[in-house]
């Protein structure tokens, strides 16, 4: 009964007419920045955090996930017309996306990236909303041995990816891995691989 108390609240502040142009406001110009490729959700809520400072945090908040859900579909608009993703979510968007707009199909293709986004973005917040209590219990429990086989997964997605040459996704997920080890351990604090250079202590940047 708490819980639905809760969520009828959360409800009412959401639904106020501020909020909801605060949602508006966020969509737009997250969808903005996400259409530019190497400018992701996370780049997007950098540059909105300066703006929140003045806000509600209820309000700030709804903003920043205006600004997320717009970045993740405006992703899926370079990925459709230039075959550059604007983010990691929207990859598979251009094995059919860009061959459709090579068709002269780019609008039925941005529809369906668009209904695509809003379906799933919506089922999956229920889905949350009913299973977090149950996934946190579950999470809580997990420990080395359960992160190594996420791990393992992950890898194996990847390299399941490259359909046409198994090797090359086996090369492609190794050389990630090896450049996603350099920096500072964030569980040991440990320098690995940065050879006493400053620059490599936080690693290295997806976009170099």
């Given at each position: 009964?708490?819980?639905?108390n ?6 009412g ?5 501020i ?13 903005i920045i ?7 959700p ?14 509600e945090?209820s309000?700030g908040?709804?903003?920043m ?20 993703p604007?983010v990691a979510?929207?990859v598979?968007?251009?094995?059919d996306?860009?061959p459709?707009?090579?068709?002269g199909?780019?609008?039925?293709a941005?529809?369906?990236?668009a ?23 579950v999470?809580?429990s ?18 399941s ?11 492609a ?15 040991t ?9 400053i620059q490599?202590?936080d ?6």
């Open positions: 009964m708490d819980a639905l809760n969520l009828m609240y959360g409800f502040i959401a639904l106020e007419p909020n909801i142009a605060y949602v508006f406001a966020g969509v737009f110009a997250g969808t996400g259409m530019l490729p190497g400018l992701g996370i780049s997007a809520l950098a540059l909105m955090i300066p703006i929140t400072f003045a806000m945090p309000s908040l709804i903003l996930a205006g600004v997320y859900y717009g970045a993740i579909f405006g992703g899926s608009t370079s990925s459709i017309l230039l075959n550059a604007g979510g929207t598979a968007t251009s094995f996306g860009y459709m707009a090579k068709q199909m780019a609008g039925k941005l529809a369906i990236a209904y695509a986004s809003f379906i799933g973005g919506t089922v999956s917040v229920i889905f949350l909303m009913l299973v977090a209590p149950l996934l946190s219990k999470a809580v997990f420990g080395p041995a359960e992160y190594f086989a996420l791990m393992v997964l992950g890898l194996t997605a990847v390299v990816l490259s359909d046409k040459s198994l090797v090359k996704g086996l090369i997920a190794v050389v990630g891995v090896m450049i996603s080890i350099v920096g500072i351990d964030t569980q604090g440990t320098e690995r691989f940065t050879f006493n250079s490599l202590l690693g290295i940047d997806f976009l170099v």
